[in-house]
């Protein structure tokens, strides 16, 4: 009789319309928004790179050594397609490996090394780089100097291909899942360094936001808007880093990481740092992370940066006490 009165007085359909509803969560970040078409875009990240655009949108972000000990990075964007994101560079041999656990992915990105050329056609993604879109999609910024002035109309771009019928895949577990409350034991810590031979990141945890929030050698990581970049949970995976058969025109060979296999690394969020295991079975399968008990390590929702390196961090203790935990 309650529930037909509600009816009767509401016009609901159903007794369930007045309950309150829960926001969709993306399963890249465990942030609120959709688990849309995912975009994969190729941005420079050297001291002339910065500021970069729309990497506070970004669901996950990678860094990756590139030539010379330098980062690039590979940023993912499924819950929010932000109207520009920039500056685009070429691909690299990683990527490949890096976005095939994401499915079919609309791949923005510059160009390529000739001889990668034929590798990045052969690969399961949908290229939407420069060489096939062009300048109604990438335009360049006049208050850029090249090559660090493309940028990409990301917004105009996934609408196109849309409405052309792209086949891109929405977001998808790729391993991990989230949990507001931290549950794995760790130690706390106020900040961490993490190095490549030509590029130094590095992390100060800042309790106002609850994000991790970012440095580029020495100098503080903001975004065209101003905003200090930072992800809620930083992930650093250790890798094997090789020379690979390419390399770019200046005679620089271009390294491989390794990201498929298992290896250690540190999951940091809460201003704790777990140390974990990453298991990926094949360029197809998810990354998962465990701890030392082998429970599922998980990720506090929001923004979440994984730094590809073969050199171990250095992390500064907040107490010099026997290892915490927050779980009940």
């Known amino acids: 009789l309650v529930c037909a009165a509600l009816l009767l007085l509401t016009g609901c359909s159903a007794v369930s319309d007045l309950l309150p509803k829960s926001a969709e969560r993306n399963v890249l970040s465990g942030r609120e928004g959709t688990n849309g078409p995912v975009l994969a875009v190729k941005i420079d990240d050297t001291n002339a790179a910065h500021p970069q655009i729309g990497l506070e949108d970004a669901d996950v972000v990678y860094i990756e050594q590139v030539e010379g000990g ?3 990075l590979a940023a993912i964007f499924s819950s929010v397609i932000p109207e520009r994101v920039g500056p685009v560079r070429s691909a690299r041999i990683s990527d490949i490996d890096i976005l095939s656990q994401y499915g079919r992915v609309a791949f923005a990105y510059s160009g390529a090394q ?3 050329l034929p590798v990045i056609a052969g690969a ?8 096939r879109r062009g300048p109604v999609f990438y335009e360049t910024d006049p208050n850029r100097n090249q090559p660090f002035a493309m940028i990409l109309n990301a917004q105009t771009l996934m609408a196109n291909e849309v409405s052309k019928g792209t086949v891109i895949d929405s977001a998808k577990n790729v391993g991990w899942t989230f949990s507001k409350e931290l549950e794995n034991e760790g130690f706390e810590i ?10 130094t990141y590095s992390a ?11 440095s580029v050698n020495s100098v503080p990581d903001l975004s065209d808007t101003g905003q200090n970049l930072g992800p809620t949970t930083l992930v650093i995976q250790m890798v094997s880093i090789t020379p690979s058969e ?3 025109k200046f005679g620089g060979n271009t390294p491989f990481s390794q990201t498929v296999g298992s290896g250690k690394g540190y999951v940091l969020r809460d201003s704790t740092v777990i140390a974990a295991t990453w298991n990926r079975a094949d360029p197809l399968s998810p990354t998962t992370w465990t701890d030392a008990t082998g429970a599922e390590v998980k990720f506090a929702p929001g923004q979440v940066w994984v730094a590809l ?4 961090p250095d992390f500064t203790r907040k107490v010099a006490s026997a290892p915490t935990s927050t779980s009940k």
């Open 70 to 72: 330098l980062t690039r």
């Open 309 to 312: 390196t073969d050199q171990e």
């Open 190 to 199: 106020s900040d961490v360094t993490v190095n490549w031979p030509a590029q």
């Open 246 to 248: 390419y390399g770019d």
């Open 124 to 131: 399961n993604w949908s290229d939407v780089g420069a060489m």
């Open 114 to 116: 000739k001889k990668l």
């Open 204 to 214: 100060v945890w800042d309790p106002t936001s609850m994000r991790w929030l970012l």
